[in-house]
């Protein structure tokens, strides 16, 4: 680089070396503010290209189901349409005429989530307080990695577990007709969300911070007080956020819910039974997507519950952010 | 200086490591290659023709993938499988849309197949007519004890409906009447075997291939599916497994000797072994 110094910087000179030459030519500066706009530019493109994939994802998805409400060409067949996805039960696609009535599936989701988030919220939540308030600092660099190790097990593992012994075992044990039923999903699915709400939790009762624990006991109270009435409460926009990304993994989950779960389009009858065999939205896609015909109406129904079961996990998402973002103001982290 | 050299050196590395796969790739490619999709049923028919074929000649590049009847017609048409193999002749829809890709599909026949009706091994029940199974289907009939067993709830299994073993049940036993929401599906055969073999009520329909002694095949209009009762088409629920190619192969090219290895003597006694009825008899 031109070391030119000018005349009047003299004095300069001798205490500093400066790489740039201290006045630009108009040349120079020129060069170097289109260098940056570039610079910018390009890791403007880079990062916006995982937003594009998500816009396009969105795209592609309305794209295909819209047409499934548009079929019948008049306002009436659309509101039809929409009434037998909402209303209907019967999820006959590959009849003659097809019936593609959703709500069984809505509801085989909703069951099997329900029940993993009402046995995986309890454990994860005792999980992380042990592991934040209770255990000693060496469990816990122990207890915190094997935990995290249950979330990396293939859900094709879980799924051959769930069929080849849990279901046996609750056909003997439980006197039950079939062993592939909600409760046997939605034990497996709460199993698979635990190390999440453990994570998380766990963060959001460490970011509370001590000065919060210090001052409740110089107050007086007592460990479980502190904990159920200071630290848990202080932690609460952290743990709804872990049960939330929690029921998203649940919800989300695949492979699981096709081996365990049954897959009769039902809604169970009595509906507090979980015994019964139900199938899920994602079970549906996978299981019937490979014959479908491209175009066809059966094709364009998966797209709608792809639809349904995307915009449900985006507005969770959204949610979960926007209770990150609290967690982490009002435990002092940036 | 420093940097330019490590950079050199990462560059360098990362152009030998594309040039081993590229050159994997290359040494792949050479030879003679055919790819065969669809059907679970057939699949194992396939793979060991495929097998038997690259024996005799290392060269060649046989791959099979087993996705289903449905997933073997479209890939066909598509043009991204040479070979389909389906447990089920093509629909109309298939085959309006091979004309419109400019060909005509042809089936080969390569064996028989018998679905069974197949229960637990526990249960007492040992023959139903179609007639019961598709009462039995479609929820009319609840319970064991209807039929001369134990007071046990029956769990009807079935197939996904891209399957051709499901395509078979409906035609021949369900005569295109819904099954009741309550039936539970599974995706492929051995899935269905695992939940009969360790389910007491269930009721299910395999191929013949997948009945062994951890499940229990059912006498269906009095016939005991076995060889000679499906060769013969004695037994109500058997069908034949197709090989479909794009139009004729032409004479003596790999896919013609793949699609006509059923009329040998090992290819007959590899559709024995794989517990399937051969066509002719050698």
Known sequence: ??????????????????????????????????????????????????????????????????????????????????????????????????????????AGSFYVTFGAVVVAVPLGLLTAVCLSDIFPFSVRQVAKPVVE?????????????????????????????????????????????????????????????????????????????????????????????????????????????????????????????LAQSVRT?????????????????????????????????FVLNMVTEWLLGRMRHVGGRT | MKAARTSIRVTGLLAVVAACLTAGAVFAAAGETLTVQGSTTVGPIADAFAEAFMRKNPNLAITVTKTGSGDGAKALVDGQCDVAAMSRFMKEKEFKAAAEKGFLPVAHVVAMDGVCAVVHPSNPVSELSTEQIQQMYMGKITNWKELGGVDQKIVPISRDTSSGTYEVMNERVMDGKKMAPGVEYVTSNPDKHKRVSTTPGAIGYVGLGFVDEKVKALKVNGVMPNRQTIASGRYPIARPLYLWTRNYPELGSLIYRFVTFHLSEEGQEIIEAKGFVPITNY
């Open chain 1, 281 to 313: 939205m994602t079970a549906t896609i996978a299981g019937e997507m490979g014959e479908t015909v491209h175009g066809s109406p059966h094709y364009r129904a998966l797209f709608t519950i792809g639809l349904i079961l995307l915009v449900f996990m």
């Open chain 1, 149 to 273: 190790l249950l979330a990396a097990i293939p859900s094709v593992a879980y799924g051959f577990f769930a069929v080849m012994i849990v279901a046996p075992w609750m056909q003997k044990h439980l006197g039950l007709a079939s062993g592939t039923n909600a409760l046997n999903a939605s034990i497996i699915l709460a199993v698979m969300a635990v190390p999440t709400i453990v994570s998380v939790s766990e963060d959001a009762l460490t970011a509370t911070g001590r000065s919060l624990r210090e001052g409740s006991y110089a107050l007086g109270a007592t460990r479980s007080e502190t904990l159920v009435r200071v630290v848990i409460p202080a932690a609460h926009n952290g743990i709804i956020a872990a049960v939330i990304l929690g029921m998203m993994r649940a919800i989300g989950e695949t492979m699981v819910v096709w081996m365990a779960a049954g897959n009769a389009a039902q809604i169970p009858s009595p509906w507090w039974d």
């Open chain 1, 1 to 106: 680089m031109a070391r030119t110094t000018p005349a009047d910087t003299q004095g300069r000179n001798a205490a500093a070396s400066f790489d740039r030459p201290l006045r630009l030519t108009a040349r120079q500066d020129l060069v170097g503010y289109a260098g940056s706009l570039a610079g910018r530019a390009l890791l403007f493109l880079v990062a916006a290209s995982s937003v594009l994939a998500v816009l396009l994802i969105f795209t592609f998805i309305i794209k295909e189901a819209i047409p499934f409400f548009l079929e019948g060409g008049t306002l009436s067949a659309t509101l039809g349409r929409l009434a037998e996805v909402f209303g209907s039960t019967q999820w006959y696609p590959e009849q003659d005429p097809p019936e593609f009535g959703m709500l069984s599936l809505l």
